[in-house]
Structures are given as structure tokens and as C-alpha cells.
């Protein structure tokens, strides 16, 4: 049985800051990022000094510095470059930035000691753990409570979504301010909510390209798609779950309608491994107050015997891709079905009343998106053949719905009206692959690929060439999130903004 415990307590306290990391080896391209972030609206910058190439020259960074500094220098043991053998020139460098009146430095606990407080500079006392959260967290907090900080900074590994619960919990009890954050992608929460539970800082870096930590996110994206510096005590937390999450775009739809709404949400991905599902949902999501999340790759399955109230359509899918976290615990949706009929609609004219009824279709896939359609189509009167890759996963799903499997080998040969790609084949990166051969594409066919990162997949690129009617996976990705967020939010949210702004994000990716 899980162990309830109360949701972490929101804190209001004083805004929280991002603070971005500049790691340079030349110090005029330390100033200039300086300059140029504080341009963008940058409240505190971290100078990593351990990046810096020959001599560092302490009075030409802070003298006339364009805003507040955090002065670090990193050794090698704690994620950083400074050179083993020189140890004391590092403390001496730590010394000089406080003599020189950097407004933060960053002292390691075992050298706290020899860096006395002097002047006006903040002291933020630090620990680094790159292979996990350690079990005694609390009492290592503790031991740097004793060390004269003004601030504490706790920097663990994530091994498990639940680590971000002990981290944020740990830094919402806490009497001393405390930077508590986990990194790696699983770590990703207690960047963006720290906010939420009087996190006095959370580090980001000039862009996701020049990370100086696991898991740290571009300061952009901090604020434009996550709204850091608005998240506050009374912000609700929503997100999606999936292992890897890195694909996910959904985060992106999703904030972009809560900020032209006006609403006080957040959306997040959280990475959760199969083997920490339970835990996250019976114990993490009630932690954090989670309000809804989405689900998708590997969960939609699985998550089906966590829920208390799945709908109708659920249970005869097997599979939800929407839960909504209640006072009777979660409920259960699928809005992958829903929206992959009205995205197959397109392709007919709209006055036929049932165009689906009596027309055959092949599903490639048997998985959580694949059993949805299958299900919805079989419900439309449409005669469905499966082909999957595992033949023991199509004979599993053909025999739910009463239909016909071929094997993956055999798949296109026989002539159907529909063709659906329920796969990943042909997603982002791997964009030159097909889930068929495009010999077995007929024209007047409506070829339907789920998959909407890039748009334009090369099986739909061969679907045009040989006339076939296509429908994009946009189409049923932004048709999906706008049901998903209606049951979030009890609002109608801007197909058009979801759109575009997932046109905006692919595009910008092909670009690169």
C-alpha cells in the first residue's frame, strides 16, 4: 500500500530568481553574455571562473558589472574544469571575489570554513552528488545549516521521480533558504517549481546547447514556455508523463494556452520509468497536488489499472491518454480516439453521415495510439486488419476487437481504403524512414501517420506523390491536446495557437 503523505506545502516568499550560467574561456565573452543577458531581463548571472582560459582577472568581471554576479569556481570532483593540484589558488580566487564585492559565492561545505564572511557577499554553501539523491539528504542539510550560509544549495542525481518530491519537500521545511534541485532529465521539476515552494534560485543556462549541468534548461525556455518568474505558491501543476520524455511537445501547447488564458497553471514533463508508475502516481502526484497530466509512450497501457474511474471508452480501449486527479482518486480518459476519427473525417466529404462504415482499414502498430484508433474504427463499422512488429501484440489486440492480424512481413499486400501508421517509424530524428513500402501505396488510398514531428514524415511525402488523400499527425496531435486540455481547464483552448506554435517548434527543429 503507498504511504500517504500530505502535499508539500506551497510557500509565498519573495520572487524566485533564475540565475544563468555563463561558462567562457575568455573573459570579453563572459562580459558580452553578461551584457546581452542582462539585456534580456537576467536578474543574477553565475561567472563559472573554472571555464576561464590562462589568468583570471577578478576586477575586469565585477568592476562596472552590468548586474548582480554569483561567483563559482568549480573543481572536477563537484562537475567542474578547475585543474586538480590547485586547490589553494581556487580558495584564493573564492577570497578575492569576496573582496571585491561579488554579490554571491558558491563555497563547496568542506572549504566553507576557509572562506570567513566579509562585506556584503551572500554566502550560498553547496553540495554536489552526480550519482544520486543520498538517502541521509536531510542530515547533509542539516550539516550545512551549520556552516554560516546564507543560503544552502543541494545538486543530486534523480534516479527516481520520487527523489524530486524528498528535494522539494527538504527545501520547503527548511528554516535557511535552500536551492534544492535534482538533476538529469528526471530532475526536471524541482528546476521549474522551485518557485512554488521558496526556492530562492534555480539555474538555467544561455540555451539548451550550452548546458553546464544534467538536466539544466535554456533560460528561454524557462520563461517563455514554462513562465518561471509567474509560477508562485498558488500555481496548479499539470504535465505529461513518459520515458524518454525529451520528444514530448506537449508542454509547449499546453503553457502557450494557459498564458493567453490567463490562468495560474503550469504544464511539465515528468520522466517516469515503467518501474516507478505506481509510486508516481499514488504517491508523487498527490505530493505535488498534481491537477491533471497527459500520458503517453510507455504508460497508456499500464496506467489503466491505476485509475478508479476509467471511462467507458477506456475500458474498452485498454489504454487512457488523460488523467484527472480527483477526491476519489484518478480518472481515466482517451482523447487519442475521439480525435483521430474527426482527423480521418477530413479526408471525406462532410456531408457523408458515417463515411468510416464499410470500408477497411490497415492499423500498423498495437500499441496505445494503435489500439485507440483500432477500437474507434471497429466501432465505426470498419473491417480492421492489425500488423505490428511483435505478432504476439497484433494476435493480442485482434482478438480484443474481433479482427484480422497480418504479419509485419505481409503488411500492404492486401488492399484496404485506409492505411494508419500507429508507430514511431518515421519520427524525429529518424525521418527517412517508412513504416511501409511506398509500392504498396494506391492512389485515392487516405493514408493517416500518427506521428507529427516532422509533419511532413516520409511516408506522407510518398502518400502525395502517389495521390493518395493524407492526413497529418498534427492534425490528431493538436486535435487530442485541445480535448486534453478542455478536461484540465473546463475551456475551450486555441486550436489555431496550438498549431501554430507546434508548427513553430517542428520547423525550427528542421531548420537545425
Request: aromatic fraction near 6%; charged fraction near 25%.
Amino acid at each position: 500500500m503507498p504511504v500517504e503523505q500530505p502535499p508539500i506545502k506551497s510557500v509565498s516568499t519573495s520572487p524566485s530568481m533564475i540565475c544563468v550560467s555563463i561558462g567562457r574561456g575568455r573573459h570579453k565573452h563572459v562580459i558580452a553574455e553578461h551584457r546581452h543577458l542582462v539585456d534580456l531581463g537576467v536578474k543574477l548571472v553565475e561567472l563559472r571562473l573554472d571555464y576561464i582560459n590562462g589568468t583570471i582577472k577578478l576586477k575586469r568581471l565585477l568592476n562596472d558589472r552590468p548586474g548582480p554576479v554569483l561567483v563559482t569556481v568549480r573543481r572536477e570532483q563537484d562537475g567542474g574544469r578547475w585543474a586538480p593540484g590547485m586547490e589553494s589558488e581556487r580558495q584564493m580566487v573564492l577570497r578575492t571575489a569576496i573582496v571585491e564585492g561579488a554579490d554571491y559565492v558558491d563555497i563547496e561545505e568542506d572549504i566553507a570554513a576557509n572562506i570567513p564572511r566579509y562585506g556584503s557577499t551572500k554566502r550560498i554553501i553547496s553540495y554536489h552528488n552526480f550519482r544520486e539523491t543520498p538517502a541521509d539528504i536531510e542530515e547533509i542539510h542539516e550539516r550545512i545549516r551549520q556552516l554560516d550560509p546564507d543560503i544552502v544549495k543541494l545538486a543530486t542525481m534523480a534516479n527516481s521521480p520520487h527523489d524530486n518530491i524528498r528535494m522539494l519537500r527538504l527545501a520547503q521545511r527548511s528554516e535557511v533558504p535552500t536551492i534544492a534541485l535534482c538533476m538529469g532529465d528526471m530532475g526536471t521539476p524541482t528546476r521549474i517549481l522551485g518557485a512554488k515552494y521558496g526556492v530562492p534560485i534555480t539555474y538555467s543556462t544561455y540555451s539548451n546547447e550550452r548546458t553546464l549541468a544534467p538536466g539544466q534548461i535554456g533560460f528561454q525556455q524557462m520563461r517563455e514556455i514554462y513562465g518561471y518568474e509567474d509560477i508562485n505558491a498558488d500555481t496548479e501543476i499539470y504535465g505529461v508523463i513518459a520515458d524518454p520524455i525529451g520528444h514530448s511537445l506537449s508542454p509547449q501547447l499546453h503553457n502557450a494556452c494557459f498564458r493567453e488564458q490567463g490562468m495560474n497553471r503550469c504544464y511539465l514533463p515528468f520522466r517516469v520509468p515503467r518501474e516507478h508508475l505506481a509510486t508516481f502516481i499514488q504517491e508523487d502526484c498527490p505530493a505535488l497536488d498534481i491537477k491533471g497530466l497527459s500520458v503517453t509512450i510507455p504508460h497508456k497501457e499500464s496506467i489503466v489499472k491505476l485509475l478508479k474511474k476509467p471511462d467507458a471508452t477506456v475500458a474498452g480501449i485498454g489504454a487512457a491518454n488523460t488523467i484527472l486527479f480527483g477526491e476519489e482518486g484518478p480518472a481515466g480518459f482517451n482523447s487519442d480516439c475521439d480525435a483521430a476519427l474527426a482527423s480521418l473525417a477530413t479526408a471525406f466529404p462532410k456531408q457523408e453521415e458515417n463515411p468510416l462504415a464499410n470500408r477497411s482499414a490497415l492499423v500498423l502498430g498495437a500499441g496505445g495510439v494503435a489500439k485507440a484508433i483500432a477500437w474507434g474504427l471497429k466501432n465505426h463499422g470498419v473491417d480492421v486488419i492489425i500488423s505490428s512488429r511483435t505478432d504476439e501484440s497484433a494476435a493480442e489486440l485482434a482478438e480484443s476487437l474481433g479482427c484480422r492480424t497480418v504479419t509485419w512481413e505481409d503488411r500492404g499486400l492486401e488492399r484496404v481504403d485506409i492505411l494508419i501508421n500507429g508507430t514511431p517509424v518515421g519520427m524525429h530524428p529518424n525521418v527517412n524512414e517508412s513504416p511501409i513500402d511506398k509500392v504498396r501505396l494506391r492512389p485515392g488510398m487516405i493514408v493517416f501517420d500518427t506521428v507529427y514531428n516532422p509533419e511532413q514524415t516520409l511516408l506522407i511525402k510518398e502518400a502525395r506523390k502517389r495521390d493518395c488523400k493524407v492526413v497529418t499527425g498534427v492534425e490528431m496531435f493538436v486535435r487530442q491536446a485541445a480535448m486534453q486540455y478542455q478536461r484540465f481547464t473546463g475551456v475551450q483552448p486555441s486550436r489555431d495557437l496550438m498549431r501554430d506554435t507546434l508548427k513553430k517548434i517542428t520547423g525550427a527543429a528542421k531548420a537545425s
